[in-house]
């Protein structure tokens, strides 16, 4: 049996898709989960512990081509949100395509917090307190206008 990891990267806002990139059916877009997936070579940092510890976030390097650039830094001025998913599966039954019935062996969702770039690659920041595996929702931040005013003497 021969394993093999495919990475999906989806960075969206409410019900609205802005960008969908798969990094391992190399120079092809692919259908899964009813949607269009474009190659774009990625690597992530930080999802492979079973637990983020103190609260860190998650980065992933991208080329710094002109369509990655604009569409990270307008998820970074919008706020928006990225998803990542790591999918195993047995390439013994097919590697050209995704297969159906994909393990899912990790997830992440969060806020894009912070940009970094070189001339050559750029790197995006997702911001949580969740841990990577199974996180569901984006973290959330207490504040005064959230839980209350403290009560004064």
Request: with cysteine; glycine share 8%.
């Amino acid at each position: 049996m021969s394993r093999a990891q495919s990475q999906y990267l989806r960075i969206f806002s409410g019900s609205t898709t802005y960008q969908r990139w798969q990094s391992y059916y190399v120079n092809t877009s692919v259908t899964w989960e009813s949607a269009t997936w474009t190659y774009q070579p990625f690597d992530a940092d930080g999802i492979t512990a079973g637990e983020v510890q103190s609260e860190s976030s998650i980065s992933i390097r991208l080329p710094a081509t002109a369509n990655v650039v604009e569409v990270v830094l307008q998820a970074l001025n919008e706020a928006r949100l990225a998803e990542l998913r790591f999918y195993e599966f047995d390439t013994i039954l097919g590697s050209a395509t995704p297969q159906a019935g994909q393990t899912l062996i990790a997830s992440y969702l969060g806020e894009v917090v912070g940009v970094q770039g070189s001339l050559t690659s750029i790197q995006l920041e997702l911001g949580s307190s969740l841990s990577p595996v199974g996180a569901q929702v984006p973290p959330r931040t207490f504040s005064t206008r959230l839980i209350g005013a403290p009560c004064k003497l």
